[in-house]
């Protein structure tokens, strides 16, 4: 189930056909989930967008995480190789395999761009279980369709806000002086406390309480954890444009009630598709931009992605048991809509 399968619409503005990042064009994304004995519950998802080099820009809301390339990409302003989201201790094992993929995945000299978030409650995440031959899968499983969400890829073992959490996506389409332009957005969720999940202004972290649904039992504080989010738009844009659509995407967070806490790993990427041919024979690339008193309609539309995103994550993820017989429970479309249906939130 999806957010607006039960009739939650978040925000004024529509998605695009597939609701997902792949709604940009020439953007595919690709999983490999691992799910074997009683603890491995992990695995890795690669984005793959057009191959050339792209206008991109970051954000830090916390720290403690990793997203690797990010220097470059504050240096340059363009993001030069697919990106790759998996579990904490496997980042190493994922980058190199974007670095060495066949066929290549990026130029002969490039920064591989891999995310995490520590799946460690649910997986063996010391046994590094996530290879190369896996994130080679993954690149051969990149489709431009419907990306499927929750227990998958690398948010297999992923919790979000004390229910089990995982992958999600979510797109908008948008106009802007007559053009129609597209904000996809995909996040690997596992992040926020329980007493602070708010959807649409309801409270439902206090109306689903652990008594009524348990969190997993571990000794970790209530918001540990991280969240990756990767926003990718066909907007011509500049790199401080995307880093402010970066930056938006932690307010998609915040409205969920996502604090940033000290404990997390909260890192955000925009990629634009909207400039094209930045390297080759000629001196001089032309650039084109959203006028800056017209970007509003762009920030707007990754608050409201990111935050159907990470809805979307809750209501995919399905009820997990792993390491050490510990068990993420999954929130579930009819518990959601039983609280939010008193509000008049549904449609």
């Keep these: 189930m999806r957010a607006r399968e039960i009739g939650l619409e978040i925000g004024s503005r ?21 799910v074997a004995g009683a603890d491995v519950r992990t695995g890795v998802t690669v984005i793959v967008p057009p191959p050339e080099p792209l206008i991109a820009g970051c954000h830090r809301l916390n720290g403690n995480g990793e ?18 989201i998996t579990n904490t201790f496997s980042v190493g094992v994922v980058r190199d395999a974007i670095a060495t993929a066949n066929p290549p995945a990026l130029d002969d000299w490039a920064l591989p761009v891999v995310g995490e978030t520590w ?7 010391r046994g590094q279980h996530v290879t190369a031959g896996h994130v080679q899968a993954a690149f051969a499983a990149a489709s431009d369709g419907p990306v499927p969400e929750g227990n998958v890829g690398g948010g297999t073992g992923m919790i979000c806000h004390g229910f089990k959490g995982g992958t999600g996506t979510a797109s908008r389409a948008i106009e802007i002086a007559g053009e129609r332009f597209t904000v996809g957005v995909l996040v690997q969720a596992n992040h926020g406390a329980r007493e602070r999940l708010v959807v649409e202004g309801a409270r439902v972290g206090e109306l689903i309480p652990a008594e009524v649904v348990p969190t997993p039992g571990t000794p970790a504080a209530p918001g540990t954890g991280s969240i990756i989010g990767i926003v990718a738009t066909d907007a011509p844009l500049l790199p401080g444009q995307c880093d402010a659509l970066a930056q ?12 940033g806490e000290i404990s997390s790993g909260d890192l955000f990427l925009c990629f634009s598709t909207g400039n094209r041919g930045l390297v080759g024979e000629a001196p001089l690339a032309r650039l084109r931009m959203v006028r800056l008193d017209l970007v509003n309609e762009l920030l707007y539309a990754v608050i409201e992605a990111t935050e159907e995103a990470i809805v979307n994550a809750l209501l995919a993820a399905e009820t997990l048991t792993g390491a050490g017989g510990r068990t993420a429970h999954a929130l579930g479309a009819d518990r959601l809509a039983d609280a939010l249906r008193p509000f008049g939130l549904l449609r």
């Design 67 to 84: 997203l690797t390339g990010l220097e470059w990409i504050r240096e340059s302003g363009m993001l030069t190789t697919a990106i790759g």
């Design 14 to 34: 529509q998605p695009g056909s597939r609701n997902a990042i792949t709604d940009v064009d020439g953007v595919r994304v690709g999983m490999t989930t691992l």
């Design 119 to 125: 799946d460690g409650v649910l997986n063996d995440i």
């Design 248 to 259: 938006r995407a932690a307010l998609g967070v915040g409205r969920l009630g996502g604090a």
